[in-house]
């Protein structure tokens, strides 16, 4: 059997959606803070179960008969790693086959303080002695294509990654790599840095959207404290927002970039080109 974590969030129900295609829905399980957002699922047979990382006991429950379990990062800014941890004790109290982990592109690298909890996580599983696979994930495309209709109205986009490279995926991507990974064997021990087959400065997108959209766009670079200035002014938090402005600085310094076409080895077909989901983005 099966186990999702964050069964309920964007890449959880694009993973369960591959797992479909693969195994009964009897053998997956959906595991989620609140079971109501399952409900769909379980109608196809997934069974949808309550895991909320803050609650070891709902863990335990969640991972009775499970043999695999793909752990998706919670999406605490920070303080992650004792979420994680929780989530790991209870599969290795399970016996677990195979525990499976979306990490970060280069997380034992990266100068990003994104990447700081998700490697302390990779160590963590590491101690833990449990089989793992630990896919590191690189950036969202659709990081990049949330701002969309706010770049159009104001015909920028905005950042601090100066001439940086993005390998940015699309979400669907990483999560079949996540599904084939679950399910396919000899997988312990691998780590897999996932990230597209093509890269793409912010200037570039920037240069595309205006491409297919007929309206003048450009990219505006800006200082990390600007734009994380830009962030909070939009409305983020104020840790998310420094997050971010400082994952532009490391995108400056390489660390969003990857050329290995790891990702679409994987899952034996190209990743899905940036030009096609500003396509879908701007015909949504």
């Known amino acids: 059997m099966f186990a999702v974590t964050g069964a309920s969030g964007q890449l959880g129900r694009l993973v369960i959606a591959h ?20 409900a769909d699922l379980s109608r196809l047979g997934v069974q949808v179960r309550a895991a909320d990382y803050k609650r070891p006991a709902s863990l335990a429950k969640a991972f009775e008969g499970v043999d695999r379990v793909l752990l998706i990062s919670s999406t605490e800014v920070t303080g992650r790693l004792p979420l994680h941890r929780a989530v790991i004790d209870a599969a290795r ?10 990490s970060m592109l280069h997380a034992d690298t990266s100068p990003a303080r994104l990447a700081i909890e998700h490697r302390q996580t990779e160590e963590a599983i590491r101690a833990s002695g449990l089989p793992a696979v630990i896919l590191r994930n690189g950036w969202y495309a659709e990081n990049h294509l949330s701002a969309l209709p706010t770049a159009l109205e104001h015909g ?9 490279r993005f390998s940015s995926a699309a979400r669907a991507d990483y999560a079949f790599a996540a599904a084939i990974a679950l399910t396919s064997e000899g997988q312990a021990g691998r780590t897999y840095e996932l990230a597209a087959d093509d890269a793409f400065t912010l200037a570039e997108l920037a240069a595309e959207v205006s491409r297919q959209s007929g309206k003048a766009v450009v990219y ?13 002014h939009a409305g983020l938090p104020a840790p998310l927002a420094a997050l971010l402005a400082d994952a532009d600085l490391a995108a400056s310094q390489g660390a969003l970039f ?9 899952i034996g077909r190209p990743t899905t080109r940036v030009e096609t989901l500003i396509a879908a983005t701007l015909h949504s």
């Open 19 to 38: 797992l479909l295609e693969r195994v009964p829905a009897a053998q997956i399980v959906a595991a989620m803070r609140d079971p109501a957002k399952g």
């Open 258 to 266: 990857d050329d290995s076409s790891t990702l679409s080895k994987l």
């Open 156 to 164: 920028a986009i905005v950042g601090a990654a100066k001439d940086g």
């Open 93 to 102: 109290a399970q016996g677990v086959s195979l525990f499976a982990y979306t």
């Open 220 to 232: 505006n670079d800006l200082s990390p404290d600007a734009y994380e200035g830009v962030l909070t």
